[in-house]
């Protein structure tokens, strides 16, 4: 044998239920990522594989043989930094780093696969009569429940019999889990061996229950697993119904200190179950070994965050329903007249013409073009509800075309299959169809969506799909999809491929020259390509607030940056105090939209007496303060797959006090948020994980050694402060030092990506000298915006005094800078400096 012979991929065959083979195929991707695939050999017809997930096949890297005997196989990377040993006899995968054994699979013996089988011979009787035929036979009244399955008084018929897969993991010195959003549990995944699973099935949840492992709105199917040494990932690609089962224990292993060789040690093992209904096992396995290292193995699987319009890092204010044309202008002027900030005001279902989407009621909507060009003036947005569902009427276009197409969701006898919802009765256009994805993207042509311009953008709601009086209030499984596939294969991925449709849409409109904005209750792995997601339909509760956090963290690991908990909670009537803790808590998240239901109480920003408004108006403030940060931040996400809202322990790696925190998180790198009391100081603090950091307010900390560019005051909307100053906050570290970035460009376009109309600087403060620099020479972007103020947090004496220098003029001439410093709290304020962004320069003190 020659263990020097060089393998793609390793292929093994395993036989299953005695006669059926299998074939394990194990590949090794560039960026220390490894995948398992495993399917049958020769099946009666092809299973289900994900589609359109992965950004592109990923390309396998080269595996050596570099030990075999009998009934073992060992596999080495080209670097031999990672081996992968093969058992045959009972079938198992061990993983190595360097020498220790980071993951192993079926090590618990679970791996079943339920091969596809010819039908019973009088299924075809049993489908007509859709009930469970009497017979007097025993065994064939068992062989018929394997090809059908009663759910309430729904009957599942399975038209290729059962086809479920599963497969146990275990990581080894691991008992922190995180991941497979989305859930309304804690942030640390929690022990299932005397519980319920996690369960990934999107549904449609009103007031979802705290603390339920049940699936609701979205599913992504990635674990991440952390120790202080390493961060590893499992990604399993599949879209049918799928149960994770978690077990963590301790496991005694001998030391390996020579002077305590006879000692035995604990050491934690989480055992790990996937199960799904269908498809075949499609595993990728995250090496690490840092999170940041998992992430961007996450993305470079499945995409980046979209870089999002500027406009919609805003405060967004939505109800079910604002009433009409006057109702808007009402909302509108009330924004201007509190001196509020707000980007986009949202219309829902109520707007359409009897629930049909890209239409409107012509009652409450007479003149929607000329309400939209009301709101371009003022220099904001609208966005409306374009939910699945279409409403059964052959005088309504879209359905009248969709029928004639043949684009709709199929039932199991091959009709039209339709359901209940919105509309009343409603058919559902099948988007996992490419054909049907162009169709549905035109539709949102300006020729075609009347009354629609530029400033509207979309919400889709309802689109897990809900299906009124159906099972689950869902699709039922056995509906048929393109190319014969049944609902139970891809359920998981149809508000996904209603979002790609949709973003898809809204760029084609533009030519492809404009960013779209769309928003999507269901969610898959890779829907951050296509905008922003939500928790859905919350409760105005305090309970509802805290579970926030750490769901929308879960949901930053799995990639999607862009996400957001309606604030105020959907459903009820939130005290005011609570109200106004929400707007503090949401104003520090990616996206921040009020939201309401139709039964609760107006809620807009105002209408809570004087005190609460002037606290909300000031958190909604310093959101649009915040903004060059936070938009900084996502195109990080975008370029690199960096959460922008991030649990401690990402940060914090080594310490194990940060590991299960959820009331507390980083935004990106700089910022620390706490859910607590507004405070309005400047206080340098000290925590056992951080190095120091600056107490601002709401409360947020600035973490010791950043620097944090923001705007110098907020405007009426993202849009009017275009031309405001910057201002920098540098908070210093214990070495005096301070590091921070920038990144602009023109907030809307794709000029960015096409034409390099972006600017992205660097600002370092070291040996009492603030600079700025450039980081990407390639950026070509020009803006006449200044830097006019830098507050110095942490600055340990008075200096005698501070000057400027514009480094690209060829004198280099110093300007005195006028400052003020306080010596109660160490800060250093530098005003009135009028120093170019795009330009380098340097500040000194002395």
Not at 426 to 432: A, E, G, L, R, V
Not at 447 to 459: E, G, H, M, P, R
Request: contains cysteine; aromatic residues 12%.
């Amino acid at each position: 044998s020659n263990f020097k012979k060089l393998f793609l991929s390793l292929q093994v065959y395993l036989f299953v239920c005695s006669q059926v083979l299998l074939q394990v195929e194990i590949y090794e991707i560039e960026g220390n990522i490894f995948r398992l695939k495993i399917d049958e050999a020769s099946p009666l017809r092809a299973r289900y594989k994900v589609p359109d997930v992965l950004i592109k096949e990923p390309t396998t890297k080269r595996l050596f043989i570099s030990h075999k005997e009998a009934g073992i196989l060992v596999l080495s990377s080209v670097n031999e930094d990672y081996k992968l040993q093969v058992t045959s006899n009972p079938f198992q995968v061990e993983l190595q780093s360097k020498g220790e054994t980071v993951m192993s699979m079926n090590s618990n013996g679970l791996l079943y696969f339920e091969h596809l089988q010819p039908p019973p011979s009088d299924r075809k009787s049993t489908v007509q009569n859709e009930e469970a035929a009497s017979d007097s036979s025993k065994e064939k009244q068992e062989d018929l429940g394997l090809w059908q399955e009663k759910f309430g008084n729904f009957l599942d018929i399975k038209a290729h019999g059962p086809t479920s897969v599963g497969m146990d993991f275990s990581l080894h010195g691991y008992d922190h889990v995180y991941g497979i959003p989305q859930h309304t549990e804690t942030l640390l995944l929690k022990n299932t061996s005397d519980g319920d699973a996690y369960r990934l099935y999107n549904l449609d949840i009103f007031g979802h229950k705290i603390h339920e492992k049940i699936g609701i709105y979205g599913s992504v199917p990635l674990l991440l697993a952390h120790k202080p040494n390493r961060t590893s990932g499992i990604f399993w690609l599949n879209s049918s119904e799928t149960l994770v089962d978690i077990s963590t224990k301790a496991v005694h292993t001998p030391s390996r200190s020579a002077a305590e060789t006879a000692k035995q040690r604990a050491v934690p093992l989480t055992d790990v179950r996937w199960m799904s209904e269908s498809g075949i096992i499609d595993v990728f396995l995250l090496m690490g070994p840092t999170a940041f290292d998992t992430f961007k193995q996450f993305a470079q699987l499945t995409g980046t965050q979209a870089l999002p319009p500027l406009f919609s890092l805003g405060y967004h204010q939505c109800r079910w329903n604002y009433e009409d044309e006057q109702d808007v202008k009402a909302v509108d002027a009330g924004f201007d007249a509190h001196d509020i900030p707000y980007d986009v005001i949202w219309l829902d279902i109520e707007h359409t013409d009897g629930k049909r989407y890209f239409t409107w009621d012509k009652q409450k909507f007479q003149n929607p073009r000329k309400m939209q060009e009301h709101l371009r003036k003022k220099k904001r947005k609208l966005v409306v509800i374009v939910d699945p569902h279409i409403k059964v009427d052959p005088s309504y276009t879209l359905y009248a075309q969709a029928k004639e197409k043949g684009y709709f969701v199929k039932d199991r006898n091959g009709q039209d299959f339709e359901g209940i919802s919105w509309p009343g009765p409603s058919c559902y256009p099948d988007f996992t169809n490419p054909e049907v994805r162009k169709w549905y993207a035109d539709q949102f042509a300006f020729k075609t969506y009347k009354a629609s311009t530029n400033i509207l953008f979309v919400w889709n709601d309802m689109n897990e799909p809900s299906v009124f009086k159906g099972a689950e209030l869902t699709m039922q499984k056995d509906a048929v999809h393109y190319n014969n596939w049944e609902h139970r294969e891809v359920h998981n991925l149809y508000g996904f491929y209603q979002q790609m449709a949709t973003a898809e849409g809204l760029i084609r409109r533009s030519s492809g020259k404009e960013r779209p904005f769309v928003l999507t209750r269901s969610f898959f792995a890779g829907s951050q390509k296509y905008g922003a997601v939500w928790t859905g339909d919350n409760t105005a509760d305090w309970s509802y607030l805290k579970i926030s956090i750490p769901m929308l963290l879960t949901i930053n690991m799995a990639g999607i940056s862009f996400c957001g908990a309606d604030v105020g909670g959907f459903i009820g009537d939130p005290e005011p105090e609570l109200l106004v803790r929400w707007y503090q808590a949401g104003a520090y998240q990616p996206f921040f939209r009020g939201h309401s239901n139709m039964e609760s109480k107006r809620r807009e920003p105002w209408l809570f007496g004087e005190k609460n408004t002037q606290i909300i108006r000031r958190a909604i403030r310093e959101r649009y303060v915040l903004l060059p940060y936070l938009y900084t931040l996502f195109y990080r996400a975008h370029t690199a797959a960096e959460p922008v809202m991030r649990s401690l322990w990402i940060e914090f790696p080594e310490k194990m006090e940060t590991f299960d925190v959820e009331n507390e998180y980083m935004l990106g790198k700089q910022v620390s948020y706490s859910l607590g009391f507004d405070l309005n100081i400047f206080e340098v603090v000290w925590k056992p994980f951080c190095p120091g950091f600056v107490f601002l307010q709401i409360p947020v900390f600035q973490r010791g050694g950043t620097v944090i560019p923001l705007k110098t005051t907020a405007g009426k909307s993202t849009e009017w402060m275009i031309d405001i100053s910057y201002e920098l906050h540098v908070a210093l570290d214990t070495e005096a030092c301070a590091i921070g970035e920038l990144y602009i460009d023109d907030g809307h376009s794709f000029q960015y990506l096409h034409k390099k109309q972006f600017l992205y600087r660097k600002f370092t403060f070291c040996k009492n000298i603030l600079s700025s620099s450039c980081i990407d020479e390639s950026g070509q972007y020009h803006t006449t915006c200044v830097v006019e103020r830098v507050i110095i947090l942490g600055f340990g004496k008075h200096p005698t005094s501070v000057t400027q220098t514009l480094l690209s003029c060829s004198d280099g001439k110093k300007t005195e800078v006028v400052f003020t410093y306080d010596t109660k709290t160490s800060v250093l304020t530098l005003e009135n400096i009028a120093l170019s962004v795009d330009a380098d320069w340097e500040i000194c003190i002395s």
